[in-house]
C-alpha cells in the first residue's frame, strides 16, 4: 500500500533525556493509524515533530515522498487536532474553521466550511464563541478547523481525553465513521488502549521512546512482541514466565484433561464487575493469577481448591 | 459576614472619600467663584471660568495636550509592544529584563528628565558627539520643542504599557500560537490575526495607564518643552501660581476631567466585546 507519512529512523533528544529514539513507520493513505503508549513515552513528541512544531535531533520525516523534517508548521500540508483543542477565543466557530482556509488563500470558502460544518453536525452554531458551546461541540470545532484543510494527515494529540467518560464513547464512534467518510490519514496519539484498538486500522506501541510494535489491533493484542506491549494492552498473568490473558484463563473444580496447561490453585477472592467475575487465585507454588469468567462459571468461595487451566495457544510468547 | 467585610472595606472608604471625593468637592467649589485679588478665592459665586475655558488659546492648548499625548502613547505602544513579546518569550531571563524596566523608577522622575536636558541641549551629549565626530556643523535643534516632549513622555511611561502588555502576552495560551502556525499562518499573521487581538486587554489597560498621565503632564513639558511647548497640565499649574486665579485653574482640571471621562469609559466598555 501506498505510504503517505513515512518516518525514517528519527530520534528528538533534549540535553536531558531521549524522548523519541529511532522510531522509523510507514503509515498508508487512509489509514487510521493510532500510537499507544504511557505518558512520556514519546507518542506526543514523535506527532510534534510531524506538525513541525519541533525538529527532530536526526532523521527524516517525509509526506508523500518528500522530506519535510526542515518545513516550518504552515508549510506542511498536515494539522493538528490539540488536546485542549487550542481553538481561537475571539472568533466566532464560522471564523475559526475559516481560518486556515483564509490563510492559505483558497477560494469556495463559504461552501467549505458550510460543507464541513454539515459533517460535524455543528450547524447553526456558527456565530457562537468557544466559550458559548459544549466540550463535545468544542471538540468537533477542532476537528472540522483541521479537516477543512484536507491534510495529507490528521494529526490528533488525545482529542478525547478531555471529554467525560460518557461522551466519549460516543465521540469515539462518530470520529471514526467521520474518518471513514471523509478518507484522510489519521494519526491518532493515545494513552489509551481500548481506543486504539477500537479506533485503528493499525497501531504502534511506544515505550520510552522507542516504537515497540505495530501491527493491527488483533496483532498486538493477540501476539505482543514484548513484555511491556503485552501489559499495556491488557492484563496478564505471568506464570512460570509465561503470559496468559485473564480471559482465556479458566477455573474448573474438576482437573481438566491433559492437552492444556494446568496448575492446582486456591481461589482467595472474587470480584463482580457485571458484564464478567474476576476470580483471583493463588496457585500451589504461590503465583498469583486471574482469570475472567462468566457469571454462569463463577460458583467459587473462597479458599476453594480448584484447577487453573488454559490452551497452549493462546499463551504470549517472546522472542 | 457582612459586617466583616464593612470593616474591611472602611479604611479604603475613608481614604477615598476624605483624599479624593472630598477634595474634589473643593475644587468644585473653587472653580465657582470668583479670583481673590491676592490669589485665592472669593464670593460672588459665578460660572465665568469655565466660560473663558471657550477661548480658542485655552482649546488650542487642550488640542495640542491630546496630540502630544495621544502620540507619546502611540509611540509607546509601538515601542511596548515587541519589548513585552520579547520579555514574555525570555524564559529564564524574564524577570531579569522585567527589573530592567522597571529600573528607572529607582531614581526620581525629575532628575531622570534633568538628565534628558544635560543630553539633548545645544552643548549636551548628542550633539558635542555629533559635532566632533563631524556629521553636524550647527547643533540639532533637539530640546524645547514638541519632539523633546514627547520623547521625555514616551521615556517616563514606557513601563506603565510594557507592564501591562507583558500581563496579558504572559498568559497567551502557546497553543494558540502553535495553532495558527499548524492552520497556514505565517509569523506575521499570526501576531495580527491571533496575538495582537487576544492582548487586546493588555493593550487597553497600557494605553490607558500612558494616556492619562501624559495629557496631564507638566513637569516634562515644563522642562523639555521650554515654556514654548505648552501642555494643559501647566496651564492648569500656571492658574494657582504666577497667574493666581484659582477658579480659572479649578475649571480647567474639571472641564478636563468631564472630557476625558466618558472617552476613558467608552473605551473601557469595549473590554466586554473582548475586542480591540
Known amino acids: 500500500m501506498e505510504s503517505v507519512l513515512e518516518l ?31 505518558s512520556g513515552c ?65 477560494n469556495e470558502i463559504g ?32 476537528l472540522a478547523r483541521s479537516l477543512v484543510l484536507a491534510p495529507d494527515v490528521l494529526l490528533l494529540d488525545e482529542p478525547l481525553s478531555a471529554l467525560d467518560p460518557n461522551l466519549r464513547k460516543q465521540v469515539r464512534a ?77 477455573v474448573t473444580k474438576l482437573a481438566p484433561d491433559r492437552h492444556v496447561r494446568s496448575h492446582p490453585a486456591t481461589v482467595l477472592h472474587s470480584t463482580f464487575l457485571g458484564n464478567c467475575v474476576h476470580i483471583e487465585t493463588r496457585l500451589d507454588d504461590g503465583q498469583l493469577a486471574v482469570a475472567e469468567v462468566s457469571r454462569a462459571e463463577a460458583s ?20 | 459576614m457582612k459586617r466583616l467585610r464593612a470593616w474591611f472595606l472602611a479604611p479604603s472608604w475613608t481614604v477615598m472619600l ?54 507619546s502613547t502611540v509611540i509607546s505602544l509601538l515601542l511596548g509592544f515587541p519589548l513585552a513579546l520579547f520579555i514574555s518569550r525570555a524564559g529564564k531571563w524574564k524577570n531579569l529584563y522585567l527589573s530592567l524596566v522597571i529600573l528607572p523608577f529607582w531614581t526620581s522622575f525629575l532628575v531622570r528628565t534633568y538628565a534628558w536636558m544635560f543630553l539633548l541641549r545645544d552643548t549636551g551629549l548628542v550633539n558635542s558627539t555629533l559635532q566632533k565626530m563631524g556629521i553636524i556643523h550647527d547643533p540639532l535643534p533637539l530640546l524645547y520643542n514638541d519632539g523633546a516632549v514627547i520623547l521625555g513622555l514616551v521615556y517616563g511611561y514606557l513601563p506603565f504599557m510594557v507592564l501591562p502588555l507583558f500581563g496579558t502576552l504572559e498568559k497567551l495560551d502557546r497553543n494558540l ?12 499573521a499570526t501576531l495580527l490575526r491571533v496575538v495582537l487581538p487576544l492582548s487586546a486587554p493588555g493593550i487597553r489597560a497600557g494605553v490607558i495607564l500612558v494616556f492619562i498621565p501624559c495629557l496631564g503632564a507638566y513637569l516634562t513639558p515644563d522642562l523639555l518643552g521650554g515654556g514654548k511647548s505648552v501642555m494643559i497640565g501647566n496651564l492648569i499649574q500656571n492658574q494657582f501660581t504666577t497667574a493666581r486665579d484659582w477658579p480659572f485653574g479649578s475649571a480647567i482640571s474639571l472641564a478636563l476631567m468631564a472630557i476625558v471621562m466618558p472617552l476613558l469609559i467608552a473605551f473601557v466598555r469595549r473590554d466586554e466585546e473582548g475586542l480591540l
Open chain 1, 8 to 38: 525514517r529512523d528519527i530520534s528528538k533528544h533534549y540535553p536531558t533525556h531521549r524522548a523519541v529514539n529511532g522510531v522509523t513507520l510507514n503509515i498508508a493513505r487512509g489509514e487510521f493509524f493510532s500510537l499507544l503508549g504511557p
Open chain 1, 42 to 106: 514519546g507518542k506526543t513528541t514523535t506527532l510534534r515533530l510531524i506538525a513541525g512544531f519541533e525538529e527532530p535531533t536526526s532523521g527524516e520525516i517525509r509526506l508523500n515522498g518528500a522530506a519535510i523534517q526542515h518545513l516550518k508548521p504552515y508549510e506542511r500540508n498536515v494539522s493538528t487536532v490539540f488536546q485542549n483543542y487550542a481553538l481561537f477565543p475571539h472568533l466566532t466557530v464560522q471564523q475559526n474553521i475559516e481560518f486556515g482556509l483564509r490563510r492559505k488563500g483558497e
Open chain 1, 111 to 142: 461552501r467549505r466550511v458550510r460543507e464541513v460544518l454539515e459533517l460535524v453536525q455543528l450547524g447553526g452554531k456558527e456565530a457562537r464563541r468557544p466559550t458559548e458551546i459544549s466540550g463535545g461541540e468544542r471538540q468537533r470545532v477542532a
Open chain 1, 174 to 250: 462518530e470520529l471514526k465513521n467521520i474518518q471513514r467518510r471523509v478518507g484522510i490519514t489519521f494519526l491518532f496519539v493515545t494513552h489509551d488502549q481500548e481506543e486504539a484498538l477500537s479506533l485503528s486500522d493499525r497501531l504502534g506501541v511506544m515505550h520510552a521512546g522507542i516504537l515497540e510494535q505495530v501491527g493491527t489491533p488483533e496483532e498486538v493484542y493477540l501476539r505482543p512482541s514484548t513484555r511491556f506491549v503485552a501489559s499495556f494492552l491488557g492484563a496478564v498473568n505471568w506464570i512460570n514466565d509465561v503470559g496468559v490473558r485473564p480471559e482465556v484463563t479458566r
Open chain 1, 300 to 319: 467459587f468461595a473462597p479458599g476453594e481448591r480448584v484447577h487453573l487451566w488454559w490452551q497452549p495457544a493462546d499463551e504470549l510468547s517472546f522472542k
Open chain 2, 18 to 71: 476624605s483624599l479624593f471625593l472630598f477634595p474634589m468637592l473643593i475644587i468644585l467649589a473653587y472653580s465657582l467663584l470668583t479670583r481673590g485679588t491676592y490669589g485665592g478665592i472669593s464670593l460672588p459665586w459665578s460660572v465665568e471660568s469655565y466660560q473663558r475655558f471657550a477661548d480658542p488659546i485655552y482649546l488650542g492648548i487642550l488640542w495640542r495636550s491630546f496630540w502630544i499625548a495621544g502620540a
Open chain 2, 177 to 188: 500560537l502553535e495553532a495558527a502556525a499548524d492552520l497556514g499562518a505565517r509569523p506575521w
